[in-house]
Nanobody
Framework: QVQLVESGGGLVQAGGSLRLSCAASGRTFSGYGMAWFRQAPGKEREFVAAIRWSGANTYYRDSVKGRFTISRDNAKNTVYLQMNSLKPEDTAVYYC??????????????????WGQGTQVTVSS
């Protein structure tokens, strides 16, 4: 089992920044790709960003490209999501997830094996 715990959410004004963290514990973190998803009230969970185990490849949904950066520190078993130039439409509960994905499957939430409990991000206009 892998346990994931997110932190770093909060309330921020439009244009501001937040850095989310996701700490993994339990069985080995090794080999797992990591991703961030988000879910706004009344909407489906959507893919935000993903990073492979090596950290060499990162992927983003179009609406966050150039504003969000996903990274990981395998020595600390932690993945990060740096969010800049935040917009009100970024408001959601953000979840980190761990799994083995391909380019074709990384945006599909049901392909991930482990999930955190979520952290609320609220962007005011």
């Amino acid at each position: 089992q892998v346990q994931l715990v997110e932190s770093g959410g909060g309330l921020v004004q439009a244009g501001g920044s937040l850095r989310l963290s996701c700490a993994a514990s339990g069985r080995t973190f090794s080999g797992y790709g990591m991703a961030w998803f988000r879910q706004a009230p009344g909407k489906e969970r959507e893919f935000v960003a993903a990073i492979r185990w090596s950290g060499a490849n990162t992927y983003y949904r179009d609406s966050v490209k150039g504003r969000f950066t996903i990274s990981r520190d395998n020595a600390k078993n932690t993945v990060y999501l740096q969010m800049n130039s935040l917009k009100p439409e970024d408001t959601a509960v953000y979840y980190c997830a761990a799994g083995v994905f391909t380019i074709l499957t990384m945006t599909q939430w049901d392909r991930y094996d482990y999930w955190g409990q979520g952290t609320q991000v609220t962007v005011s206009s």
